[in-house]
């Protein structure tokens, strides 16, 4: 039972680059989340997903995308990167436990846009 | 909108208590507080549910106040272990959104 599993961990990005960060989680949750975390400051939610097929923006969705084809797995697209999404990408997940249940993470991707 | 937390930093010494609110301005139904090592993930650490229901830690504990749309963390005899920074989290308001406090960083030093 591997749990939240992010990948890259790391990547540098060039100006105007586009790249895809990849999420998936073995527990069967409904609830996905993508957040981005800037040095010293809080959790920032960009997107969310219910369940398959189903989506819906965060606090700041602007510059990025998402998809959610299979309860498994929540991508996250950027377009176009820019110095200010530079950051700590972390996904997360949870049961649908009556709305209830805590956030499971993965360990973070660090990007940095140059 | 995000809950507020207070105070913004702590630095306790091994051994004293702290209290780290998180006030929202939406109605709350429950609360999850997590704690986050430098360059580490969030952990959990407990939940508060509406009724007061509390599941979590032996020296921390935390209660939940609906009316005041607050919950409080209670870290006694701190430890070193314990430096980090707390974050309290909501899906408030009846919604799958699901968003943090703005956290608060503790340091217990020796």
């Known amino acids: 039972n591997a749990g939240v599993t992010q990948t890259p961990k790391f990547r540098i990005l060039k100006i105007g680059q586009s790249m895809t960060l990849q999420c998936t989680q073995d527990m069967n949750h409904n609830y996905m989340y993508w957040y981005r975390q800037d040095p010293g400051m809080g959790l920032k939610l960009i997107y969310y997903?219910?369940?398959?097929?189903?989506?819906d923006k965060g606090e700041v969705p602007n510059g990025y995308n998402v998809s959610r084809s299979t309860t498994e797995d929540f991508p996250l697209r950027l377009e176009l990167a820019a110095p200010s999404q530079t950051s700590v990408y972390f996904c997360?997940?949870?049961?649908?436990?009556?709305?209830?249940?805590?956030?499971?993470f993965g360990e973070g991707s660090r990007l940095t846009v140059l | 909108q995000q809950p507020v937390q207070s105070p913004q930093a702590v630095i306790l010494r091994e051994g004293e208590d702290a209290v780290i609110n998180c006030s929202s301005s939406k109605a709350l139904y429950s609360v999850h507080w997590y704690r986050q090592k430098h360059g580490e993930a969030p952990v959990f650490l407990m939940i508060?549910?509406?009724?007061?229901e509390q599941k979590g830690h032996e020296k921390i504990s935390a209660s939940f106040n609906e009316k005041k749309q607050q919950s409080s963390l209670y870290l006694t005899a701190s430890q070193l272990s314990y430096s980090g920074t707390y974050f309290c989290g909501t899906a408030g308001g009846g919604t799958y959104k699901y968003i943090f406090g703005t956290g608060t960083r503790l340091k217990v030093l020796a």
């Open positions: 508060l549910l509406k009724g007061g």
């Open positions: 997903s219910v369940g398959a097929g189903i989506t």
């Open positions: 997360a997940s949870r049961a649908r436990q009556g709305n209830t249940g805590e956030l499971f």
